[in-house]
């Protein structure tokens, strides 16, 4: 069987690929260099050089930085600079300035971005629909998408506004790649926002989306479904469902980006994966209700490909496992799975086959702690686990992350912290991401006396 292909770096540049392929050709001196890069393309899976040169010129071409742009001379590239989401110097005081300035709105992207409809007749000329400008090199239906300085703008503004665009030719799929990243960031992930860093929606974001819908934009938004995967509210996936999404062939960006870029079926399966291994039974019910098998295997960041049935269990969601096999999910589990569910549930597992469960789950402490499951971190150091084992605490993987000690530190639950604290926890251990410690990580999120009782702990041995 052939080896699965090479996943490119994040942000690949034919820089780093030449010197791969002349790195390979120097450990097979009988090769040609064209034979290295043929080698090379392939263990990425692409059938020759030129199809590996040509998609990452293409990312290269769709690339922007958003939040790495500095400040701006131009006041009006200033304004939309401070006054767009970029994801990663998104702050409120920023917003907050861009609102403050007094800038002339001459610019069909100042224009956008404010919702302007007078100023956007008065510019809309030929081909300025779609002319990419301002400070990110956006198309202006993006500006208008991703604008964040005024919550106070109407809903006719956005929506004539929008309308107006589109009627001069914008495209309702633009968008760029965040830092080279394979998912593109469209008009309507900036209509729903949200995100790692829980970004504000636009504050008309579910019209404006609805009118992109209508004008032909693609509902298989990859990055709208996993900025949004981390509430529950699921209003977009029903607006998305209502257009058709898990259908067709994943729109204009997946034929450009080709295997770099998630189907429709890929998608939901993330997010059935998701929700499964966080207990979001309305979204697994209405994952199932479109189409979604429930007996697909999910798997996801680091989480080992199972059923879905199996994920809710290793996750300690009982009803969400029950109501997948109610759905038609594979309901059988592996003995560790279910030593894994009974430790999380408060249930007793059979002592002889704790070993083989820690084992297979040793990172549980984190999981478990990061969930403010008193109990389970109880139980399982009293069973054997390792307290200061690090892992994922935002999924249940056992990649070495954080120790539960951080992710309670972080989340500023002081019960945790003494729990784990009694129950032998290292102070002083650091993440494997950051370098730091569980006191740091208090610091961080602005919890700074738990921060100095984690350090005092530390003094303290």
Same mark, same amino acid.
């Not at 790495?68 to 009006?76: F, T």
């Not at 929008?162 to 900036?190: I, K, N, V």
């Given at each position: 069987? /052939? ?60 690339? +922007? ?10 006041? +009006?590239?200033?304004? #939309? ?60 239906? /993006? ?20 309308? #107006? ?22 008009? #309507? ?64 960006? +997946? ?163 003494? #729990? ?38 530390? +003094?303290?041995?």
């Amino acid at each position: 069987m /052939a080896d699965a292909p090479l996943s490119l770096p994040d942000d690949p540049d034919l820089g780093w690929l030449r010197k791969r392929a002349k790195d390979l050709r120097r450990d097979h001196p009988e090769w040609k260099l064209a034979d290295a890069q043929r080698v090379l393309a392939r263990r990425f899976g692409y059938p020759s050089w030129p199809a590996l040169k040509r998609y990452v010129e293409l990312v290269r071409s769709y690339r +922007r930085a958003p939040d790495l742009v500095p400040e701006q001379d131009d006041p +009006r590239d200033e304004f #939309l600079r401070l006054g767009s989401l970029t994801y990663g110097a998104d702050d409120p005081a920023r917003w907050a300035a861009a609102a403050a300035m007094q800038v002339p709105v001459d610019t069909v992207h100042v224009a956008a971005s404010r919702a302007d409809v007078a100023a956007l007749r008065r510019l809309l000329v030929d081909g300025s629909a779609t002319r990419e400008g301002g400070p990110f090199a956006w198309a202006p239906l /993006a500006y208008l998408a991703y604008a964040r300085h005024d919550p106070h703008v109407t809903e006719a503004q956005v929506l004539g506004s929008a309308r #107006l665009l589109l009627e001069h030719g914008a495209d309702p799929d633009t968008g760029y790649l965040w830092h080279g990243l394979p998912s593109p960031f469209t008009a #309507l992930t900036g209509c729903f926002g949200r995100g790692e860093g829980d970004q504000p929606p636009h504050p008309h974001g579910p019209a404006l989306a609805r009118t992109l819908l209508e004008a032909g934009a693609d509902p298989n938004d990859a990055q709208t479904l996993y900025n949004r995967q981390f509430r529950r509210d699921d209003s977009h996936l029903e607006l998305l469902f209502e257009f058709g999404l898990g259908t067709g062939d994943g729109g204009p960006w +997946r034929r450009r980006l080709g295997r770099a870029a998630m189907s429709p079926a890929e998608m939901l399966g993330r997010q059935l994966g998701w929700a499964a291994v966080h207990g979001m039974d309305e979204r697994v019910a209405l994952l199932v209700a479109h189409g979604v098998d429930p007996a697909i295997p999910v798997t996801m960041y680091g989480v080992q490909a199972g059923s879905a049935h199996a994920a809710a269990l290793a996750a300690g969601h009982v009803t969400t496992a029950e109501l997948l096999a109610s759905l038609g999910a594979d309901a059988t589990s592996s003995p560790e799975e279910r030593v894994v569910a009974a430790v999380l549930a408060g249930t007793n597992p059979d002592p002889a086959l704790v070993q083989g469960a820690i084992r297979e789950r040793p990172g549980l402490v984190a999981w478990a702690a990061h969930h403010g499951n008193h109990a389970a971190v109880r139980r399982a150091v009293e069973l054997g686990w390792d307290v200061d084992r690090r892992a994922r605490t935002d999924v249940p993987s056992d990649q070495p992350w954080e120790t539960g000690l951080h992710a309670a530190a972080g989340q500023g639950d002081r019960e945790m912290v003494q #729990l784990l604290l009694e129950l032998g926890a290292d102070p002083d251990v650091t993440d494997t991401r950051f370098g730091g410690t569980p006191a740091d990580w208090a610091e961080h999120f602005g919890h700074v006396d738990l921060a100095a009782h984690l350090r005092e702990a530390g +003094r303290r041995g």
